[in-house]
DNA sequence: GTCTATACGGGGATAGAC
DNA sequence: GTCTATCCCCGTATAGAC
């Protein structure tokens, strides 16, 4: 994706790479990084279990790699879709995206979520790094409203987490083809976390 | 727990057959039901492998068994704590229910969440079942308060499953001795689900 | 009820030919 | 870059002695 073309003539790097990254995030999502082999993934991708060994050192570092992209994926995502704007149009535009982007990557999401019980501490501790990161996108948001006297919250840190687990949780049931679409939820979400907010709520001494 | 005295003189089971689960619970909640083998948990207890066996017929079974318990207990344990009462004070008991049964119980709601893909379609279709039940609890609490005019929301489902997701979330960042204790993140929560009920909230035409 | 011993399969990872 | 072959270890589960 982000490296120019390589020349090696006759080989199939440039397909068989990115289609073991695929399988395996698939595959770890399905079953879960421990009960899925090499073996596996390898047969799936159409070659031998030892030539995964190309494109990574071992399992291990291959789960991180998918979480590792994924997060920054999801950041870079986000901060290209945030813009300058009200608390309000923020929050809400959070709201749309977190629940976009994770619909439509279900599997890294899910992986992201799931198996970080399987990380090295290092490796743990720089995917913890990342989603903190990303948390801190819409406490900043937070903040800013509250600052502004548009939100009412009695705690930042606390609503910023309680509106993640109220958006992230619509993976585990959404399904394509249900009784709402994707924007749907979204619009039903964007007045829920409004809610959380205190957005409109009656407020004295403000002007 | 609920039988009777076991009279096998000489036997241990009374106190091996419990620690098998305890040891099993904990393990599959730090490590995954994939990670941990039957040899790690027969160490952990201190018997041989084979001994297991005397206690559950397979190891799949025994993560069936620990969930099925979870929630059966999970859901008699409300049923035992909800009192014919307002939907606002019903709705503030689950929610301080909610999170107090689960960040006590921690190990056995991680694992009902997270091993789901471990079990036989069978088995996953009976969790599944109960899981439903408990939602419904809330569910039904909510139904009660928009007939009664006290609640106001757009989709009663969706307000449900965000509710779930927002308080189940806790799980994932309480820590004992941290800024908050239990009652306190219960007290935000609290007024935090109550605004996404619409308590409160202006209305017309309502006696 | 627990032990030892073991069957049998599959795990991750590497070596060396092509 | 991929293959075949293989190392060595560990998985679940069972059998039969005590």
């Known amino acids: 994706m982000q490296r120019g073309m390589a ?3 006759g080989s199939h790097s440039q397909t068989t790479g990115p289609r073991v990254r695929a399988v395996a995030e698939h595959l770890f999502a399905k079953h879960g990084f421990a009960a899925v082999s090499m073996r596996q993934i390898a047969a799936e991708v159409g070659v031998q279990a030892g030539a995964l060994y190309n494109y990574t050192p071992d399992k291990q570092t291959l789960l991180f790699s998918l979480m590792h992209d994924h997060m920054v994926e999801l950041i870079a995502a986000w901060d290209a879709t945030a813009t300058m704007s009200t608390p309000t149009a923020s929050v809400a535009a959070f709201t749309r995206f977190h629940i976009a982007y994770h619909l439509a990557r279900r599997d890294a999401v899910f992986i992201a979520y799931m198996e970080l019980r399987n990380l090295s501490p290092e490796n743990f501790a720089v995917i913890e790094g990342l989603r903190k990161a990303y948390e801190q996108r819409l406490e900043q948001i937070i903040r800013d409203g509250v600052a502004q006297g548009v939100f009412v919250v009695a705690d930042t840190r606390i609503a910023t987490l309680a509106i993640i687990g109220m958006l992230t ?7 394509d083809g249900g009784r709402l679409d994707v924007d749907g939820v979204a619009d ?9 907010l205190g957005i409109g709520e009656d407020r004295r001494s403000v002007s």
Do not use: D, K, N, S
């Open 7 to 9: 020349r090696t003539t």
């Open 188 to 196: 039903l979400y964007v007045a829920m976390v409004g809610r959380v």
């Open 169 to 175: 949780e619509v993976t585990t049931w959404f399904r």
